[in-house]
């Protein structure tokens, strides 16, 4: 019974199809049509380097593909040389539609990339690589995003060429690891996208990563394109409801932090430690304090951007745990000094005094008096 049921439904559905008026139907082809332009159309805009496909519905001998040459142009068959540059994709396809319609009945043309072209993009202000950044086609992932291998950077420009999806889904805080994660002043609140439109004209749009990390607001880690400009200001003083030790250990911070330990400890020098590590943790990273130490007059030297120092004293106490006043978090650039205890200084001046060197050096200069 439920397949005759069909049958007969199937059997109308038709008969309606066929008294319907054929303005109607094309109206109903045309609506279809639009949508699938519309869903297929992106922000990306062509330009030199990519390699598009052109296809013609209902005819295969047209899909043809091509690289758009640096003046912008590529040369179709029929039509000749076209400028494509500056457009969307869907744009793209309704120009080439309109180009091909005295040729063509009925023409509708796609317009598809198949290959991007390379990824051109700046990042600027407070970052610790600014400068401009090309991530190229070749590669088939984004490795930058959790590891440096196979990035370059040309010194003192800030100027470097990464593996990765050209004009792939790039977003503003990759691109902030990208270059080398932001410094402990930068204020994510503010960042400025600076993007060039057709016609030369530029957009600036407000980018919040504050938000982005403190309510999960993920549309504001915006999608980067070719040609965009990310400039990261400098936060305020006491910036009134912005936590930059939370900022310094989210992914678009440095991966680590270098600063340098001297004085009484196994292994003086420089140190990495991870982003949000405290004062202890560089003690320990440089082997711990030796047996002259004195544990309970560390000095923390931190550089201020203004060009001043700031000095603190502080207990070293692993007990202290992330205490941010007793155990303070650490930045690029900061020096820890381990001084002596004042037994075990004393005890070196008393071995100086008693060592033949001294001895010798005392009875020359009795020799010269006399």
Known sequence: MMYRHSIASTGLLVGLLAILPAAVLAQTVSSTAQFKLQTSTSAYRLGPGDTIEMSAANLPDMTTNRVILTDGTVTLPIIGSIRLSGLSQGE????????????????????????????????????????????????????????????????????????????????????????GGVTEVADIEKILLIRPLPGGQKSRISVNLWSMIQNAETAQDLPLLDGDA?????????????????????????????????????????????????????????????????????????????????????????EEGRDPVKNPSLRKGDLVRV????????????????SPLYLINLFRDVLRVR
């Open 92 to 179: 793209a396809s309704d120009e080439l539609t309109d180009l091909y319609r005295p040729y063509l009945k009925e023409p509708r043309i796609t317009v598809s990339v198949l290959n991007p072209r390379p990824l051109n993009v700046t990042v600027l202000g407070e970052v610790n690589r600014p400068g401009p950044y090309t991530l190229g086609s070749a590669g088939a992932t984004l490795s930058y995003l959790t590891s440096t291998a196979g990035t370059s950077t040309n010194n003192n420009t800030g100027q470097g060429s990464i593996g990765g999806v050209g004009g792939g889904r790039l977003t503003v805080s990759q691109a902030l690891g990208l270059a």
């Open 230 to 318: 990310l400039v990261i200001p400098k936060a305020e003083p006491n910036k009134v409801g912005y936590d930059a030790n939370l900022v310094n250990t989210t992914t678009f911070a440095p991966s680590t932090v270098e600063v340098k330990v001297v004085g009484e400890v196994n292994r003086p020098g420089f140190v990495s430690v991870a982003p949000g590590a405290r004062m202890t943790d560089a003690l320990v990273a440089a082997g711990g304090l030796n047996n002259d130490a004195d544990y309970k007059a560390v000095q923390l030297f931190r550089l201020n951007p203004d060009g001043t120092m700031t000095a603190f004293q502080l207990e070293a106490r692993l």
């Open 339 to 354: 001084p002596r205890s004042f037994g075990a200084g004393l005890i070196k001046g008393l071995q100086d005094v008693v």
